[in-house]
């Protein structure tokens, strides 16, 4: 049991956060930044699973005798299941706690992890890969609310510390899972040890974080920085709107790429599974810069820095499909396409929406944000494999890539110019 020293904040912390917006970086004690990384372990753990799949991909697809169609859509059917838990675990996060809903979404991500490996056949796989997204969208959605509503006074920051956990995993994923699969012939194995490892963290979580970390502000509006003049703003307004225009374009563009990247690298390019492990975890490399990303949308106009990323992502897409030929050159540009994706334009946009709304609506929020991302999403592996058969791999991500987020410049256009409330 932790102590309880461990289980509660100090007393200048919870005075620093209830009258002035949030404690200034320099103003957290060590125990309040403990709690933040565990929470970020948290999400460490599932980008760990998100991206080893791909590096599976060709081996399960082997297994099962997928088509091309088939494996696109187990892919990134998960981000179903992400999606449509998005706005119900905003609410409940709302409504009943933030810590609830990460335990309980570590435990449903867990197990279906864990299920993935004794799957009989395509349509028990397909329910497991949704069945993680709920877990996992549920835990996104309590995580971006609790840590939003702690650290408002350095919100992007914070929550790019959520996005740079995403990149570690990311980069771990697919490298360890693609090291024990050489090791062992078997896929089955990672998807099982990973599993293993959410729980164990479900009860580091349950132990060692604090519902008044956790839980700050909930219910209450009177908590949260005047000084952000969101108070009172409605949850659906059009900086909201506009964002969802924003996630819906990314997500789809972005996991999309993601699904389908090592398939391409193993079956176009000829890249071993180690050698496509590595591409593919470089993105996750480039997400630990949303620590620089989170930092610069707490001082800037968030609708530029928005408009940086997307295109930086369609430049990228083209320099990847069009040009990228070596192991060395997609490492590099897989890694950028990381900083401009998860370092820039989930942690900023993340942001923008919380700073949009009345702080009552944070959990809501973030569910709606999650839930704009990855309900599009679960339809681009097959989009991307439906272009892929009709005009070969490279137009099909050069299309991917560019054409959909220019959809997102065209809302960041449409929402204007931000108020001064909207940097802290």
């Known amino acids: 049991m932790p102590s309880p020293d461990l289980t509660k904040l100090s007393r200048n912390d919870s005075t620093i956060q209830q009258n002035r917006g949030g404690p200034k970086l320099s103003e957290l004690s060590g125990r309040v930044l403990f709690f933040l990384l565990v929470l970020d372990l948290s999400y460490f ?4 699973d998100r991206q080893v799949f791909a590096v599976l991909l060709p081996d399960i697809k082997a297994t099962y005798g997928l088509t091309g169609g088939e494996a696109g859509i187990i892919a990134t059917i998960f981000t179903l299941g992400m999606g449509l838990a998005g706005v119900p675990a905003g609410y409940l996060a709302d409504r009943f706690g933030r810590k609830k ?3 309980i979404s570590l435990l449903i991500f867990s197990v279906s992890c864990a299920l993935q490996s004794v799957a009989a056949g395509t ?11 709920v877990g996992e969208g549920m835990q996104v959605a309590a995580l971006f609310a609790a840590v939003g509503a702690y650290f408002t006074r350095h919100r992007g920051f914070a929550l790019g510390s959520i996005s740079a956990a995403f990149g570690l995993g990311g980069f771990t994923g697919p490298l360890l899972g693609g090291a024990i699969v050489s090791a062992t012939g078997d896929w089955r194995i990672p998807l099982i040890l990973f599993g293993a490892i959410g729980i164990l963290i479900l009860f580091l979580v349950l132990a060692l974080v604090p519902k008044s970390f956790t839980e700050v502000g909930r219910g209450d509006s009177s908590s949260s920085s005047s000084s952000e003049m969101t108070t ?4 659906f307004n059009r900086r909201v709107l506009c964002c969802v225009v924003v996630a819906i374009a990314g997500g789809f563009a972005i996991y999309g790429y993601l699904g389908l990247y090592p398939t391409y690298l193993r079956e176009t390019l000829g890249f071993t599974p180690a050698e496509a492990g590595w591409a593919a975890s470089m993105f996750g490399i480039g997400a630990l810069g949303a620590l620089v990303g989170g930092a610069i ?10 408009v940086v990323g997307l295109l930086s992502i369609m430049v990228l897409g083209v320099a990847i499909f069009g040009f990228a030929a070596s192991l060395a050159v997609h490492m590099i540009f897989s890694a950028l396409l990381g900083v401009a994706f998860s370092g820039v334009l989930i942690t900023n946009t993340s942001a923008l929406m919380q700073r949009s709304v009345d702080p009552k609506y944070l959990g809501r929020v973030s569910g709606l944000m999650i839930a704009a991302m990855y309900i599009p999403a679960s339809a681009s592996g097959y989009f991307v494999t439906f272009m892929q058969s009709s005009v070969g791999w490279q137009t099909a991500g050069i299309i ?8 997102g410049l065209i809302a960041m256009a449409a929402m204007g110019k931000l108020p001064a409330g909207s940097k802290s």
Do not use: Y
């Not at 753990?45 to 760990?48: E, Q, S």
């Not at 949308?297 to 928005?306: F, G, I, T, Y």
């Open 400 to 407: 991917q890539l560019t054409l959909i987020p220019a959809i």
């Open 45 to 48: 753990i599932n980008a760990m």
């Open 101 to 103: 809903v990460v335990l």
């Open 123 to 133: 349509l028990d796989m397909a329910l497991w890969r949704i069945l993680s997204g």
């Open 232 to 235: 009172g703003l409605r949850f």
């Open 297 to 306: 949308a707490d001082r800037v106009d968030q609708r530029l820095l928005n």
